[in-house]
């Protein structure tokens, strides 16, 4: 392992291999990743793995878009396959005011270049026939985005970073960073690493390694349900994938895995995990299912999709889902602290972290961002926000799950 390195990015998740990408393709191949366990060991390897380009905001969208792009860009030049899958989505509308919002939003994607048609329920029918569609008002279509197997993604970026000059240490826990003589020294357990640059991309981790530097970053850790289930007739007949499913409604998003549904959930009332400090024993772990916080959304998705009613379930995942007070990641230098800069706090890692990861690394290299993305900026909260508010604030964005800002 490298003792003296221009950057140490921390975390070998779909960000931190995202960031360690796009540095060393933009120059900086001084680079190491250090992760405390394998690739993928956090909250990635539990992902589904969607990407999708829908979003209320375009510059959010820009992300979305950046991380499909810059995934296929590593699968061919490392060779290593990230198994994109262009499904297309649908976030259907259970309102005629969700209807209106998904036409305010079309200047946007044609801005941006992004296919995007708000289209009939008969349309949906065609393209999903498992929707139940008498109560809708149509749906939002992206037809070019889909998902993608979260490992093979990090595992194509780590490769092609590789091949470009970085180095990828795993087995490396870090335990402690400190600033001294204007260069970051990061104790880990097979040595101190001195770099000019640290990227904490550690997720809900990155809240412990920065508190003794005197820095409160509001990061906390929720469960969050997947089931996936059986086969279902209705897609084994089909010879081809089925759109990914958005409902407001129903709370949840549900994609095809295999010739089954995979239903991610989001609760009225959401369970925390790790408040008062991250086990230090925690490695690639899920926690018992809670079948019962899911009684209310499953009925909804049993309307929404008839055929998920009938099929058996297979697995259940409840595993940790990093947040930020608003929801949306924390990029961008910590003020106060020269060379720390921060890529974390992502819920959405796998849609947002490949396109998160070049706004940075051009942040990073040419002292600015690709656009002008306040929103995420690290700085955003201050340094005063106390756990309860934050939690509370927490509590609030996952309350609200695909819910749209009431804005035209």
């Known amino acids: 392992m490298k003792s003296d390195v221009q950057v140490a990015v921390i975390g070998g998740g779909i960000v931190g291999a995202s960031t360690l990408y796009w540095l060393t393709k933009l120059g900086w191949t001084d680079c190491l990743l250090l ?31 950046g991380s499909i792009r810059t995934y296929l860009q590593a699968e061919r030049e ?13 976030r259907v509308a259970t309102t005629q005011r969700e209807r209106e919002l998904f036409h ?44 993608v197997d979260p490992t093979g993604a990090t595992h194509a970026l780590a490769k092609a970073a590789r091949k470009l000059g970085a180095q990828v240490q795993r087995q490396c826990p870090v335990e402690s960073i400190r600033f001294e003589n204007d260069l970051w020294h990061v104790e880990t357990e097979s040595g101190c690493v001195v770099a000019q640059h640290v990227v904490m991309a550690a997720s809900f981790w990155t809240r412990e390694l920065l508190q003794p530097l005197g820095l409160n970053i509001p990061l906390y850790a929720t469960q969050h349900h997947e089931v996936i289930t059986e086969s279902v007739t209705e897609l084994e007949s089909l010879d081809y994938e089925v759109p990914a499913l958005r409902d407001s409604y129903v709370s949840c998003s549900v994609r095809q895995e295999k010739r089954g549904f995979l239903a991610g959930f989001y609760e009225t009332d959401p369970v925390f995990w790790g408040v008062d400090g991250i086990p230090r024993n925690f490695t690639e772990e899920l926690f018992p299912p809670e079948m019962d916080r899911l009684t209310v959304a499953f009925e909804r998705l049993m309307h929404r999709l008839p055929a ?12 940790p889902m990093c947040w930020t007070p608003d929801g949306l990641p924390l990029l961008g230098p910590v003020p ?8 974390s706090g992502f819920n959405v890692g796998i849609g947002t972290g490949g396109g998160s990861a070049e706004f940075l690394a051009h942040w990073m290299i040419n002292g600015k961002p690709l656009f002008d993305l306040p929103i995420v900026h690290a700085d955003r909260f201050g340094n005063n926000i106390g756990t309860h508010d934050a939690i509370e604030s927490i509590k609030s964005c996952y309350r609200r799950g695909y819910q749209l800002p009431d804005r035209i």
């Open 35 to 65: 992760e405390r366990r394998e690739l993928t060991s956090g909250s990635t390897w539990h992902a589904a793995g969607n990407t999708t380009y829908f979003g209320p905001y375009a510059e959010m969208t820009q992300l979305f878009a």
């Open 78 to 90: 490392s060779g290593h396959s990230v198994d994109f899958h262009q499904t297309g989505s649908l």
């Open 104 to 147: 305010s939003y079309e200047k946007q994607y044609e801005s941006l270049g992004i296919p995007y048609f708000v289209v009939e329920n008969e349309t949906i029918r065609e393209l999903h026939p498992c929707i139940r569609t008498d109560d809708l008002f149509g749906a939002a279509h992206t037809p070019t985005d889909g998902h």
């Open 308 to 319: 998920f009613s009938e099929a058996g379930i297979r697995t259940v995942n409840n595993g």
């Open 336 to 343: 106060g602290h020269r060379g720390l800069w921060m890529a």
